[in-house]
Every structure is written in structure tokens, then in C-alpha cells.
């Protein structure tokens, strides 16, 4: 195994980034733990990429301090901030073998030859490719070619590695499996990683900590439950949850359009619930509506219903063996706890 080096913390300090008119990234504070696994999330846009390249050193901050380690790194090119990246394109070259890929930073470094082949051999077993180093990477699969990216940034033994969508041009099966070993190679070698996603389902399967970013600012920092079960923001709620988290409008404390009360708190303007929260045909809960079945998706084991009540719609998650026709009347019902509440500025309500 690779020699471990420590791991290194990283302070965001009042970071921002514009073009002329364009902020691509609000003033943001943003502490990363030494040895987290760290996925900045949010829609295409939002300011996550930019983030990874100020932290990388690829771009210069409007204002603000990035620190690495205790070490203002703002002013340092790339070289010297000893980070690594894995990118979403795995930039390798046709021509080399997969050791020669693997090594070539180390050889523009002049890394003596026979150190160069040790660490080389020892990160290829790490990542399952020392079978495979004498291939050219077009006779590797997506996976394998992700793998000599990947094998390529750890055998610079760097503090921290950014990963800028590295598994988006894998097929679903692949990426769920390079998930799995991307989190536990993190946690073998307490590697400090910074992942950059848009898709929520890497984001809650791999990180320590969520930044979820909207239009280049700090909507939450979480743990992905935290972020699941309280989203601070009406964007949060709508963002994290397949299907995502219904968000109803209120008309004080009835769902607009219904006169149906539902034990909204004051200031609030809007109800949050989970589809998976909801029950159809409760009647003992003590938040009931009736409402109207709009459209069934049948999906095996589950059933999501999409049903009006007023001028809203709530989508219910059920079992597969619901059965009700379209336009029938049903009773929806959920307990307290499953109320999320947030104000006319969308953010939470405390409870």
C-alpha cells in the first residue's frame, strides 16, 4: 500500500468569483475536515465547479482566502498546493501503457526510476489494475480507464484529491460499483476528497458532509441524512428525495384552495412532506385532507400516486398492490413529525 501522507483540512474564507457583471460564486465560507469525504451537489450552474477549480488553483478568486493545512495557499499555482484531480474526462494517453500513465507525472517530476516503479506497482494493486499495466487504455473498459485515473492522482501521494464528475460517462450498473469503491479507497487511506456532482444519489451514498449549492450560493452543509430528514431551505426540499419532497402552499393554516387545515404554526407558508411520509386511507392520523387521485405510476413493489387537494398537489408513495381508479376520492393522513415547515422567504421554521 501507498505510504500515507497526513490529511489535510481546507478552509474557504470569504471566497468569491465574478466575471465583469457575472457572479459565478457569491462571498462563501466553507470548512472542509481533514480526511472527509466532501460532494459539492447542486444543478448545473450553481457554482460547484468553480469551487473545485479555486480550491485546485485553476482559478483565481475575486476575493476571499483558500487554506490548506493552516497554509493561505490563495496566491499558489497548482503544482504547489499538493493536490490531485480526477476529472470527468479521463485525459489519459492513448499511447502509453496503463504504468506509463499511471507514472508520468512522477517522471516530468524526475522521480528516480526505481521509486517511480515501486509506487506505480503498489497503487496498481490498490485499485485492482496490476494485470493491466502493460494495456493502452483503448483496450480498457469505462471503469478500468476510471480506475488509471484514478490510480494516476493517488501515486502523487498528494493531501487532497478533487474529483470533478468522474463518474458521469460510466453506465448505471458501473457507476453504482466505482461508488462503492471510490468511498471505501477514500476511507483505507483518509484521503481528504472533494467530489463534485449533480446527481443525488452519489452525493448520499458517498459523502460525510453534503454543500449544497444554488446559484452560486450556500443553500446547506449537512450530513446527507441531516439533509434528508431537515432541509433548511424550500430548495433543499425540492432538490434531495426521488420523488422529491412535496411543497405545498398555504392559505394560513389550510392548504390553498382546500379550506383544509393542517395544523400549520404561524409564519408558515408552505408544508413539506415526503411522499413516503403520507398514508393513503389513514384514519387515525392526526393531519388528514381528502384529496383527488390525479395519476397512478405503477412501479412493482411501490405505487406513487400524484393527488390534488386544492389548488396543490401531493405525491404519496405506496405499495404496488394500491389499487384506485383516476379521479377517485382518498384520504391522505401523516403524523406531526413528518410536517416540514417553512416561511414566505422558503426558509425553515424552527421547531
Request: overall charge neutral; charged content about 20%.
Amino acid at each position: 500500500m501507498p505510504q500515507q501522507q497526513p490529511v489535510s483540512s481546507i478552509s474557504l474564507q470569504g471566497i468569491s468569483k465574478h466575471w465583469d457583471t457575472a457572479t459565478a460564486l457569491a462571498e462563501t465560507s466553507l470548512d472542509i475536515p481533514a480526511g472527509s469525504f466532501t460532494v459539492l451537489l447542486g444543478p448545473s450552474g450553481c457554482g460547484k465547479s468553480t469551487t473545485l477549480r479555486l480550491i485546485a488553483g485553476l482559478e483565481s478568486p475575486s476575493s476571499g482566502r483558500i487554506v490548506i493545512d493552516g497554509q493561505d495557499v490563495t496566491a499558489l499555482p497548482p503544482a504547489q498546493r499538493r493536490i490531485a484531480m480526477v476529472f470527468q474526462n479521463y485525459a489519459l494517453f492513448p499511447h502509453l501503457s496503463v504504468a506509463d500513465n499511471i507514472g508520468f507525472g512522477l517522471q516530468v517530476r524526475r522521480t528516480p526510476r526505481a521509486e517511480l516503479q515501486r509506487r506505480v506497482q503498489e497503487v496498481a494493486e490498490l485499485v485492482g489494475l496490476q494485470a493491466l499495466l502493460q494495456r493502452k487504455p483503448g483496450q480498457l473498459s469505462g471503469g478500468q480507464q476510471q480506475r488509471v485515473a484514478l490510480a494516476r492522482a493517488l501515486v502523487s501521494q498528494a493531501r487532497v484529491c478533487l474529483m470533478d464528475e468522474p463518474l458521469s460517462n460510466l453506465d448505471a450498473q458501473l457507476r453504482q460499483e466505482m461508488r462503492r469503491e471510490l468511498r471505501e479507497l477514500q476511507q483505507r487511506l483518509a484521503l481528504t476528497v472533494v467530489y463534485v456532482t449533480h446527481d443525488q444519489a452519489e452525493a448520499m451514498s458517498m459523502a460525510d458532509q453534503v454543500v449544497l449549492l444554488n446559484k452560486g450560493r450556500i443553500e446547506q452543509v449537512a450530513s446527507p441524512r441531516e439533509l434528508y430528514a431537515r432541509p433548511a431551505t424550500a430548495f433543499a426540499a425540492r432538490f434531495i428525495g426521488t420523488p422529491p419532497m412535496n411543497l405545498a402552499a398555504l392559505d394560513g393554516p389550510a392548504i390553498r384552495g382546500s379550506g383544509q387545515a393542517v395544523g400549520a404554526p404561524p409564519g408558515a407558508a408552505w408544508l413539506g412532506l415526503r411522499p413516503e411520509g403520507v398514508t393513503v386511507g389513514a384514519a387515525d392520523d392526526p393531519a388528514r385532507v381528502q384529496a383527488t387521485v390525479r395519476s397512478i405510476e405503477y412501479l412493482g413493489a411501490d405505487a406513487v400516486l400524484r393527488c390534488a387537494v386544492g389548488t396543490e398537489t401531493l405525491t404519496v408513495r405506496t405499495t404496488g398492490a394500491f389499487d384506485a381508479a383516476v379521479g377517485s376520492t382518498v384520504t391522505l393522513g401523516w403524523p406531526p413529525a413528518s410536517s416540514h415547515w417553512f416561511g414566505a422567504d422558503e426558509r425553515r421554521l424552527p421547531t
